[in-house]
């Protein structure tokens, strides 16, 4: 087991290949349904998926159309001219032969991705390419034998390759986060992590600080959440140490991520791309793109993270407000309406409490059902309680209702008695029997020697001779005043 400070003698280096699987109805060359979920094996297949003699591919337009977004959020030129090739290899899941995607004329050329880290800064993590190909099927594997499922073979892809950018295994994950908050914001992916809607491959090498050249790499496949790809890189830069310092080599491989075990373990030794034999794919013609068509495309892509950010700047958010606020498309729409109709101040307290009801999980396996929400409850609600008429509490409860219930915030606080009471004579009389009772009298002579902390149990007990009705604010007013 190497120490920390050997670790620290070496830097890690990572680059990541995304695949992100495009929101389309159908398959990228085929009329067959693109959403497998919950389908029974080889039942969302066709003719040209199974890879049968005579069949033709029809190039799916929609597919072209979110690619080009998908080059919008990746601050990335879109290639005026790309291509397919045949990338040949055999294998059970692949009938063809081979696997139709964009080797020499990729659709989208050079990038870059701004990825926060939580400490305030970002990494800059530049694209190298993305290139539009088919996914292949699935295999299963048991004692003795393996079962195939087509019903992936032919789904649409990008698959986004970075440049060897990352030096940290926080570094990953937040590359990994934000380009998933990037697709699914254009509208790209439906961002479904648990059905693998976004896979990443992890590429880690390690070298000796300060050496020029890179170490032997090793490819960690098919991660599906971020939380694992900060895991396998952590894991990876270890294990390729501990092997550097006991006199053993990196050998070039590609690696599985085992969940449970928090390892990785090697698959098979990486081939390098000549044994693929591509080839251009003389069945599906180029694309073709005028710049006035992809100008037309881009302009329909909404707004992304980055500017969700610059326009919350004013609302003075911690990073993990924005985060769980992003994690939600539909929160942060919301919350961007109530700034611009009713301002910061409103916004700020509405964003805490999406947030709040948000969580921190960033890796959300499946991309939830949010009903439509009007900006106007959550306005009436901040204005309630900027006018004492509920407690932080009792806003936060209402807050959740309204999530799912039409009912008006006053309903709501009226069906519930939430209201809370700001009535001074009301309070007055609550206040001076609180005082009276001998059972106060110890935080009474507390107070006067200065400690001040014990004025919280004479509000606590006006808010319980209330019912919870006083406004705690004002009862504290009166008792200072008292005393």
């Known amino acids: 087991m190497v120490t920390q400070e050997t670790l620290d003698t070496y830097d890690m280096t990572i680059g990541i290949e995304c695949h992100v699987q495009l929101a389309t109805d159908?398959?990228?060359?085929?009329?067959?349904d693109n959403d497998a979920r919950d389908r029974s094996p080889n039942s969302v297949v066709s003719p040209v998926d199974y890879g049968l003699p005579g069949m033709l591919p029809v190039l799916n337009r929609k597919a072209v159309d979110l690619a080009i977004m998908a080059g919008k959020a990746l601050n990335a030129d879109i290639a005026r001219v790309s291509r397919f090739d045949r990338k040949h290899y055999f294998y059970p899941d692949l009938p063809k032969g081979y696997q139709t995607t964009q080797m020499y004329h990729p659709i989208?050329?050079?990038?870059?991705?701004?990825?926060?880290?939580e400490d305030g800064t970002s990494v800059k993590v530049r694209i190298h390419h993305a290139h539009m190909e088919e996914d292949a099927g699935k295999l299963t594997h048991y004692e003795g034998y393996s079962l195939v499922d087509l019903n992936r073979a032919g789904t649409p892809l990008i698959e986004i390759v970075s440049e060897p950018d990352i030096h940290s295994a926080a570094g990953a994950k937040a590359y990994a986060s934000e380009l998933h908050r990037l697709m699914t914001y254009a509208g790209v992916t439906r961002g479904d992590l648990y059905h693998g809607n976004m896979r990443f491959d992890?590429?880690?090498?390690?070298?000796?600080?300060g050496a020029i050249e890179l170490g032997t790499r090793a490819e960690v496949k098919n991660l599906?959440?971020?939380r694992s790809v900060e895991k396998a890189a952590e894991y990876e830069f270890r294990r390729q140490v501990e092997r550097i310092e006991s006199g053993e080599k990196i050998v070039q491989e590609t690696r599985g991520w085992d969940e449970v075990k928090q390892i990785t373990n090697s698959q098979r030794s990486k081939e390098d791309a000549q044994d693929y034999r591509y080839m251009p794919d003389a069945d599906i013609p180029p694309i073709v793109l005028t710049t006035e068509e992809i100008t037309q495309i881009q302009l329909s892509v909404p707004m992304l993270p980055p500017e969700y950010r610059e326009k919350w700047l004013t609302l003075e958010l911690d990073r993990s407000v924005i985060d769980s606020l992003l994690s939600t498309r539909e929160y942060a729409v919301l919350v961007t309406e109530i700034q611009e109709k009713s301002g910061d101040q409103i916004a700020k307290r509405v964003a805490h409490w999406f947030a709040s009801a948000r969580g921190s999980d960033e890796d959300s396996e499946?991309?939830?059902?949010?009903?439509?929400?009007?900006?106007?409850?959550?306005?009436?609600?901040?204005?309630?309680?900027?006018?004492?008429?509920?407690?932080s509490t009792a806003a936060k409860e209402i807050f959740i209702e309204l999530l799912t219930n039409d009912e008006s915030p006053r309903a709501i606080a009226e069906r519930k008695n939430l209201l809370q009471v700001s009535d001074e004579g009301f309070i007055v009389g609550i206040v001076e029997e609180v005082l009276a009772d001998p059972a106060s009298a110890r935080s009474i002579a507390d107070i006067k020697e200065g400690k001040d902390k014990a004025i919280g149990y004479l509000v606590g007990q006006v808010m319980k001779k209330s019912q919870g009705k006083a406004n705690p604010a004002l009862a504290q007013k009166l008792i200072r005043e008292r005393l």
């Open 108 to 117: 989208i050329l050079a990038g870059h991705v701004d990825a926060p880290l």
């Open 224 to 226: 599906n959440s971020f």
């Open 366 to 391: 499946t991309v939830a059902e949010i009903k439509a929400l009007s900006p106007d409850g959550f306005v009436e609600l901040a204005a309630m309680v900027e006018k004492s008429e509920l407690s």
């Open 26 to 32: 159908t398959k990228l060359f085929s009329g067959a």
């Open 202 to 209: 992890v590429n880690v090498s390690v070298a000796p600080k």
